[in-house]
């Protein structure tokens, strides 16, 4: 069974939401071919969905600004804009996105104190979301993956796949997916690279 793994295709992570990801709405036609490639057997995505005041935002920090690095739980924590917060607009999946065809979406994010880049866990590795069971249980052995952002929740998910799917073939789609920054998206690409995740684009798929 081959999976689309799509990482928080979000108006808060598109031109105009609260955490911007430069061009991330070019994602979504790039999504959108692959969802229609007929190459998948299984479509997830993933969304984040915070409660308000949520521990990574720089709101809830007295002090703090976004893009700080602060502290959460004891942990090193990126201090973000509110962004992504349950029931609001921003956190809808892009309105373009062939959400129909998904045959599961994943919330993640929703615990106050800890944040959950991956898809699989959150970032202290500690509380599964279930999604590494639920491949296991479709006999998932190849997952593509891809979405917003790449240098976090899209790197963090990819890595996991990895780790908790032993034997599972991982790729990372380079053009259906977009980074916050240009030097971030270079050293996720070099570091899922050096760990075995194939990078490729999404010609490799649809003419594959
Ligand atoms: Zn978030």
Redesign the pocket.
């Known amino acids: 069974m081959k999976a689309l793994l799509l990482i928080?295709i979000q108006n808060?992570f598109c031109p105009g939401g609260n955490?911007a990801v430069p061009d991330g709405d070019k994602v979504v036609p790039v999504a959108n071919r692959l969802i229609e490639s007929g190459k998948y057997d299984l479509i997830v995505a993933s969304q984040?969905w915070?409660p308000e005041g949520?521990g990574?935002f720089a709101s809830s920090h007295p002090g703090k600004q976004p893009f700080d690095l602060h502290v959460l739980s004891g942990k090193p924590q990126m201090m973000?804009p509110d962004?992504?917060v349950q029931g609001t607009k921003d956190a809808e999946l892009h309105p373009e996105l062939r959400v129909p065809e998904i045959d599961l979406i994943l919330q993640?994010?929703e615990n106050h104190h800890v944040?959950?880049?991956s898809a699989f866990r959150d970032n202290d590795q500690d509380a599964i979301t279930g999604l590494s069971n639920f491949f296991q249980d479709q006999a998932v052995d190849e997952i593509d993956i891809c979405g917003l952002a790449t240098d976090y929740?899209v790197k963090f998910s990819a890595l996991d796949a990895l780790e908790m799917l032993p034997g599972v073939k991982v790729r990372f789609i380079e053009d259906a997916s977009r980074g916050i920054t240009p030097e971030g998206v270079t050293a996720a690409i070099d570091e899922m690279r050096a760990k075995g995740i194939g990078i490729i684009t999404s010609a490799d798929v649809i003419d594959g």
């Open positions: 928080d808060g955490l984040d915070h949520h990574s973000w962004h992504c993640k994010g944040d959950s880049y929740c």
